[in-house]
């Protein structure tokens, strides 16, 4: 089933990588990319690094320096290498996200169920790399080259080796991860849960001391990135040019996101405080995920790629791609949904209404700025309404397989 | 002894009939009710013509002062006019090139910075020159720092196919009276299209730095428009009254003050009677003394929405709005009888509104983008029709909850036991939903649905662009890019500059490179030169973009330069860097003003 699957996704890809306008367009929509992820602007910030000019320098480039050094090597190579690789990260993930379901079906497949799923068969695994690939969000995304791609290959990387039960590889891919853009950081607790449960089959070793070893590779990884970095552009500018951004905004492009409206209307004596409480906002959801629902670290990956996709300081249609790719992965909580009408229509009335308001507003100049947050917000009710619902049916789920006997009955909590 | 504050809960069999009651009530009342809000929705439109349900205009922006002003055109700008109405007949069978020409001397004679544009056009030309020829002149005013200026178009061939004559003889006679007085704090530029809409839309791309195939290099300018008056005067006769017509490329309104001002002024200063499009004024006054206003109301506003459900411009003035432009078209219903008016009240007319445009202070913003006029002077504004729209919206929903909520296929039961069935069937419906859905209609009308709205796009082909094509009604014109990649930084208006702009503010800022990395030709191959030095910190500086409007690499002398060094400066020079000099007052005002010739 595979190459059936790949063949004609990696040539739509190339297929609208090949069309000038669309491939353009794409690349300067702010729906899917943001300062943070521009193509446009690391090429930026690739020609002044060739040119021997701190690439940091002039506050246009906020990316890692190890693209840098990736796309000056690509610069060697003819220039249709670009989209080639863009197109194979995004089949490798979709590739690894087959693999992750295959071993999740299996782990699943032991323990308790609900009656109704017994003999039921879970989703084919080659679904969920399907509906990755073709999930418009995602071709968007990858046609942008928005290097938010790169990303979320390395986030599924990492729950990839961590099934497998590689530690150091494992908590190489979250290092990685945040340090391309600094919110997977909150990754950590759950690659490290899908360690200790599932990956660390047959060891003797204590679970503290596992988690003690995953702590300590994945300080050790990322230092050695930053190291790298470093070594890579010659100064510790970097940081403030990529973390400091993300933290403090100081690029207020609008995007999909929540931030951009705020901290445009907002006077400069509260910024410092509403900074504080929107980015403690986006990381206060990872240790209470990580607790109550230990028993599901995968899920707890979904959930938090979904939180940092709606409360990050510079989201972008390629986040909702991520986790809505990690979402059929626990197909066997969708029975459980109930606003799957309404998180639909919110999805589809957003990304109708987005484009056109953001005409009004830029190009028509007969809207203005709200028309176009307005509609940001509607798509991040959606989103915030499709996390509420699932989350309620993982619960909901949980209840019923560890009380069979409630099913069918009143059940009030007292 | 406790009190229970709870309420008491009814038993779960009666609540959960009740919950099953309340669905089927409304499964078989939300379709009645989706239908019931679409006729109220129709019935609601249908009120918004009448007196009631729609408002008097008003000029919403204070500094237009419509209608305030002495007029000068006089007997001798009459005069002059009459002149240039038997000039331009005799010219009407030369070719493009030959009128232009003529249009730029006029121009020039009249001191205006004037040249000709040549386009590739759609219309074949007698002679076999598939190339029409635009004439345009610009009058850099006295009080105006360059960066805004109005401009006074008229097309060769009118709206109704005759030769535009006094149109452009109105404007040529205007342009020597706009040029003999020194109040004008804005440039104006004078031009005469050909072809149509072909030729307003390759001045409008060339001088916003389309360059596409157009034939042409170079382009004065004179800052960003604000807005833009039309004239379409066929033939030498008078006119019994005044149209106005204002939509454009899909749709597309001007703001509502431009309409109001030219109104008022027609009314106050010219005492021309205006009428809504082409439809004279006393046909308008008939239907509304014989079938009541409302009638009269309701026949303007469905004008307009045909105008602009089919998407096309009602002249040339609706290519102005896709570059941000408020733009209209004034257009001079030819007599039949009755009174009539002339060159006197129709100059008057353009240069009082002109005297009110140049007030502006800044792009118009202040009145409606969305409205319909059921009058010339009564609008209903967005405020007042969308509720019907938005009514007509919710029936759609209700509509489709109620199919959602019908399209579930409930899962057969194994068993043919009915008594088992009763013991298995549970207390309350389970927390989850096992069936399926048919959703294989739903997405096929969805598809048909999409394909027949791209074949009523393809057959309507109302002006719109396809991959850096233009095409406007039933010709195709050759325009480069689309033009909505003219903004250099897209959440700025743009404006274009004059040859000599002096060297902008802040050329070191931070932010105006991001402005010129925000130009779409920076990921063209070619186009990635980066030669300008910087005096300041020896450094290169990226200069992406090679565009006429984004600002060339001048050299500028520093106001502080460090000492020479050699390589790059060190940190420490580069930390110590002095502070940017003071920018320079933008607004540069001639204290000397011309006296005319």
Known sequence: MSPLLYIPAFAIRLALFHIPAIAETLASRVEIVTPITSYKRLTEGLYLFESHVPPYDGGVFHQSPIFLALFQLLNFLPSITVPILYALTDITIAYLLTEITTKKQAIYGVKPKLEVEKGAKGIEPWVVGALYLFNPLSILSCVSKSTLIFTNASIVLAVYYALQGEKSLGMFWVAMASYLSFYPAMLVAPIILIILNWGANGSTILKKDIVLHCVLLYATWLAALLFLSYQLVGSWDFMGATYGVIIFLSDLTPNVGLFWYFFIEMFDQFRPFFLVVFQLHAFIFAAPLSIKLSEHPIFVTFMLCGIMGIFKSYPSIGDAALYLAFLPIHDELLKYMRYGFLTANLFLYASTLGPIFWHLWIYAGSGNANFFYAITLVYNIGQILLLVDVMYAMLRRSFDVEHPESLGKEVVQK | ?597
């Open chain 2, 1 to 597: 002894m406790p009190i229970n504050l709870k309420p008491k809960r009814q038993p779960l069999a009666k609540r959960l009939e009740r919950r099953a009651r309340i669905v089927s009530l409304l499964k078989t009342w939300i379709p009645r009710l989706s239908v019931a809000l679409y006729f109220v929705g129709l019935g609601w439109l249908l009120l918004l013509p009448h007196d009631q349900y729609n408002k008097e205009t008003y000029v919403s922006e204070n500094a237009l002062l419509p209608a305030q002003i002495n007029v000068y055109y006089g007997f001798s700008d009459i005069n002059v006019a009459k002149e240039y109405q038997s000039k331009i007949e005799e010219r009407l069978n030369q070719s493009s090139l030959e009128k232009a020409r003529f249009i730029e001397t006029e121009l020039r004679a009249a001191g205006f910075r004037a040249t000709i544009q040549k386009f590739s056009s759609p219309i074949p030309h007698p002679d076999d020159v598939q190339q029409g020829v635009n004439a345009f002149g610009i009058y850099h005013a006295p009080r105006s720092d360059g960066t805004e200026s109005l401009v006074l178009s008229a097309p060769w061939v009118s709206r109704d196919g005759r030769d535009n004559i006094n149109g452009i003889s109105l404007l040529l006679s205007v342009a020597r009276m706009f040029k003999r007085h020194t109040y004008w704090s804005k440039d104006i530029i004078i031009l005469v299209t050909d072809d149509g809409l072909a030729g307003t839309q390759a001045w409008l791309d060339v001088y916003h730095g389309e360059q596409g195939s157009h034939m042409y290099p170079v382009m004065p300018r004179a800052g960003a428009i604000q807005a833009a008056v039309n004239l379409d005067f066929p033939g030498t006769s008078e006119y019994d009254s005044l149209g106005i017509f204002f939509e454009g490329v899909n749709g597309q309104l001007p703001n509502l003050d431009l309409v109001n001002t030219v109104v008022r002024v027609a009314r106050v200063t010219s005492q021309i009677p205006v009428t809504l499009h082409d439809v004279p004024e006393a046909a308008l006054r008939g239907v509304a003394e014989s079938l009541g206003s409302y009638f009269a109301s309701l026949s303007n506003m469905l004008y307009t929405m045909r105008y602009q459900a089919l998407g096309h411009p009602t002249g040339d003035h609706g290519l102005y709005l896709r570059y941000k432009i408020d733009a209209i078209t004034l257009y001079g219903v030819p007599a039949t009888s009755g009174a009539t008016f002339g060159f006197h009240r129709i100059g008057a007319l353009i240069e009082s509104t002109f005297r009110s445009l140049n007030n502006l202070l800044e792009h118009f913003h202040q009145s409606f983008f969305f409205y319909f006029l059921s009058d010339q002077e009564r609008y209903v504004s967005i405020g007042m029709y969308m509720p019907p729209v938005i009514l007509f919206a919710c029936s759609l929903v209700f509509d489709s909850l109620v199919l959602w909520g019908s399209s579930t296929i409930p899962v057969a039961t194994g068993s043919s036991n009915p008594e088992q069935d009763k013991d298995a069937r549970p207390q309350v419906p389970f927390p989850y939903s096992t069936s399926r859905r048919e959703l294989a209609p739903a997405f096929a009308v969805l598809v048909l649905a999409h394909a027949a709205g791209v074949l009523v796009f393809f057959v309507m082909r109302p002006a719109f662009t396809v991959w850096g094509e233009t095409w406007v009604g039933d010709g195709m014109i050759h325009a480069g890019h689309p033009p909505q990649t003219h903004h250099c930084r897209p959440h700025l208006r743009f404006r274009p500059h004059r040859f000599h702009h002096p060297d902008p503010p802040g050329r070191h800022d931070p932010r105006r490179v991001q402005q010129r990395l925000a130009c779409p030709q920076i990921t063209q191959p070619g186009l990635r030169r980066y030669e300008h030095r910087c005096r300041q910190s020896h450094k290169l500086q990226p200069l992406h973009c090679h565009r006429p409007h984004c600002h060339p690499p001048l050299p500028r002398p520093p106001a502080h330069r460090l000492p020479v060094r050699h390589g790059r400066p060190g940190r420490l020079a580069r930390r110590a860097q002095p502070p940017r000099p003071a920018a320079p007052r933008r607004r540069r005002v001639r204290h000397e003003y011309r006296t005319g010739r």
